[in-house]
């Protein structure tokens, strides 16, 4: 596997399996975004898409922000997808990505105080999530 430096948005009901390198598969059915993590290391980075949590922006090319910080995979990447190129950040260090997962959950739970619960969905993708959260 090579690194991935662009991508480009499939708009799916749900991911294929596996997801093509250099695709960002948003499924709107789920609200999710899905990507191989563009290091090379080949592992899914699942994101959800709320206002509290990661947008998906297309303009003609795709944008995810903010940063995805792969802190659950081996490769350690941290990233924006910018009109379709990867946007390399500094790897987040222990500390760092403490700080984000705290910003992350607060920022989580601003959002459900204010908002209805949401229903409960099919667990595939949450399965997905556990995996790379
Ligand atoms: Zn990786």
Redesign the pocket.
């Known amino acids: 596997m090579t690194e991935i430096d662009h991508y480009i948005a499939n708009f799916v009901e749900s991911f294929p399996t596996p997801m093509e390198p250099g695709v960002l598969y948003v499924s709107t059915d789920y609200s999710t975004a899905g990507h191989i ?7 899914e ?1 699942v994101t959800k898409l709320s206002p509290a949590r990661w947008r998906v922006i297309f303009d003609g090319e795709v944008s995810l922000k903010p940063s995805v910080g ?1 802190t659950g ?5 941290h990233y924006f997808i910018t009109r379709g190129e990867v946007d390399w950040q500094d790897p987040l260090d222990a500390a760092n990505a403490v700080k984000a997962q705290a910003t992350d959950r607060r920022a989580l739970t601003n959002y459900r105080a204010q908002t209805t619960p949401l229903p409960m969905r099919p667990n595939w993708w949450t399965r997905l999530w556990r995996r790379v959260g």
């Open positions: 993590c563009p290091s090379g290391c080949g592992r980075v792969a995979l081996p490769c350690n990447s």
